[in-house]
């Protein structure tokens, strides 16, 4: 974690669409949490009632591709038998009371902000989307597409 820098943009960079969920992969939250991606799955199996499917979920083989196309730093996953464990916003949260730790605490805070920071610009801009979303369509009609 000393060459990674923690701050909100490095976080939202972290942070990917799967099954309509905005989410974070175990092995970037571990990362930032300073343990082994192992340990970090250990500790929420212990506690696995504080992790509904809507807060953790294990990604399919073709979202695992999708996520190893996406992202360099995931090519050791393409040819792992595991496929990783994606992490909703209320799952971040509840990590910080398993991991139990100052660090998983702060960590934790950042993420929650930069998920909801991110909710906000979506809202924000969601006009903005739809208006360039019937343009396309537009465009595509005009060229017979």
Do not use: W
Request: glycine residues 2%.
């Amino acid at each position: 974690m000393d060459d990674l820098i923690l701050n909100e943009n490095n976080i939202q960079n972290m942070i990917f669409t799967f099954k309509d969920k905005q989410v974070m992969i175990d092995r970037d939250l571990a990362t930032f949490y300073q343990v082994e991606t192992k340990r970090l799955n250990e500790q929420v199996k212990r506690n696995i009632e504080r992790f509904p499917d809507d807060f953790r979920f294990q990604l399919t083989d073709e979202e695992k591709n999708e996520l190893v196309a996406k992202c360099d730093r995931f090519e050791m996953l393409k040819h792992s038998h595991t496929n990783p464990y994606a992490f909703t916003e209320q799952g971040v949260s509840m990590l910080s009371a398993v991991l139990k730790s100052k660090i998983a605490v702060d960590i934790s805070i950042k993420i929650i902000r930069a998920f909801v920071d991110m909710r906000k610009f979506i809202l924000s801009n969601s006009s903005l989307f739809y208006r360039l979303e019937q343009t396309e369509l537009k465009l595509m009609q005009h060229l017979g597409l």
